[in-house]
């Protein structure tokens, strides 16, 4: 008897039952349609097209942009039993030749890769040779030139698509208004509408808006009255040492998270965080893709981010286990600038913009003509220190640039360590090494499985604790038996890549897109009018503010987020408003100054009571403003 869905959840992840819609996706992908997924951040969507490659024969081929994710998820796979692996940028040309083995044999059911990895044509060709039974789409939004994050290297699914004509695509985004949801399905060429759409709502999150100048005040009260894991969202690196420090001199442990720390420290530092050795994590948008901790009881954003899109997946981290969580927002009247300085940031004059394209070959020494279908190393800390470059509106042209079709800007692709043994076990008893370099290579043995099949990440720190050397010691004995073909040892890397998709041009000749530039300005524009509504508009419930914006009809407010608490805290402080207002203009007229101080209620209310009051023959308003009760 066949296995079904729900045998391949129960024995590969112990789970009894789906979530919503993950079965509904499941089985039209089984059924061979393409499919689209809305699902919110924590509904689960790897589980969505993880259960039917299992279930399917062949191989599946899953796109996703974030190589820090493609490794948390393999391993996670691996752990189960599960056979997965990927293929990205960073890998040297034998791991990828030893990956394209594996997908020939058989012995891959999921295979990882980044959509800039389209393009090789012995990656294709591997394929064709390889029954695809599935291709994946994550965050399928980034296929879209209405979605608010763009990446061109998306586009080539398409081509990909055209190889396997008969293979269902299954696209899934966390986040997308009704446009980008159109705009998926035409870019993937769909078979027809097959959209499985999850309410964007939250139940058990309450929406908060704290407009406080004093914000280091305002984050300490919140995470000082609330209990459990939290998550502190800000906009640079630098500002997460410091929020990081502030919170710990004001007793609550914190730690701090960005792209710049090497691949250690990141996993260090989100280790202690999961097992709950610190409470906050005060992090750039670097964290939190692929953080599985349901516990997190609290997400602030210390910064405004630029779109709806990118609040709601990043507040969405908050209460994956369906218990009450908050996602806070803190403003201040200068974000409202701020907002609107994004919008030049994020789309600098295009002098400037033709000023770095001619920079960055020059920093790459690629002479005009040349370059077509390289690949360089890109230091972009570097080239803008040795230009004199402003840092936000350089990446932001590097993006442009990337998006209009010169180059492709990968930003940093951070490896760890890695390491196979590539001589047989029998061939040890000739090896010939110093005390120092036999303990390195059996700690190396004793730490690491799988050392002989695949290349197996390591930590150097620890293999030298463990052996009592010294990390330089641990470098140079795998270099050595590197050199002794005992090993393959590919040391740590982190660089970002400028692969060249045409050859380098004057600058004279850059022409940036109406779609690249122009119409795209304008959607930033409105996004970021949106998220000014959202964050500074207390007129209307704030879930229903964001439902609209991603094409929902809500029916009802939350009654959970400030807006709707707000309300009815009103309401209960207004019972008795009238009869408050009656007593205090009894003996003489008051101004309407006067009975919004005394009754300490809000201007507007008191101004609403009073012509009510005025109308029910209660009230009147005479000479100068004064109102009186009515003889």
Known sequence: MPLSPRDILSRYWGYDDFRPLQ???????????????????GGGKSIAFQVPAMLLPGLTVVVTPLISLMKDQVDNLRDRGIKATYLHAGLTRGEQTLVFDRCRLGRVKL???????????SFIAVLREIQVSLIVVDEAHCISQWGYDFRPSYLLIGELRGHFPSTPVLALTASATPEVVDDIMARLGFDGRRVFAKSFSRDNLSYVVRNDIYKDRQLVNILSSTCGSAIVYVRSRKRTREIAAMLDDAGISAGYYHAGLDIEEKNERQRAWKDDEVRVMVATNAFGMGIDKPDVRVVVHYDLPSSLEEYYQEAGRAGRDGKESFAVLLVAKTDKARLTRMISDAFPDKEFIRRVYELAGNFVNVAVGSGYNMVYEFN??????????PPLPTRSAMQLLTQSGYFEFIEEVTMQSRVMIIAKKEEFYSIRLEEEEESVFNILLRSYTGLFADYIYINEAVIARRAEVTEQKVYETLLKLSRMRVLQYIPRKSTPYLYYTTSRELPKHVALPLSVYEHQRKRLERRIESMRRFAFADDECRVNVMLRYFGENPEKDCGKCDVCRGKRSSKRSYDGLSESLLYMVEREPRTIDYLVKESSCRKDVVIEEVRRLVSRGKLVITSGDMISKKK
């Open 23 to 41: 079965l509904d996706i499941i089985e039209s992908v089984l059924g061979g349609h393409d499919t689209l997924g809305l699902l919110p951040t």
């Open 380 to 389: 972009f800390a570097l080239f803008v220190k040795t230009y004199g470059l």
């Open 111 to 121: 295979l990882y890769v980044s959509p800039e990895k389209l393009r090789s044509e």
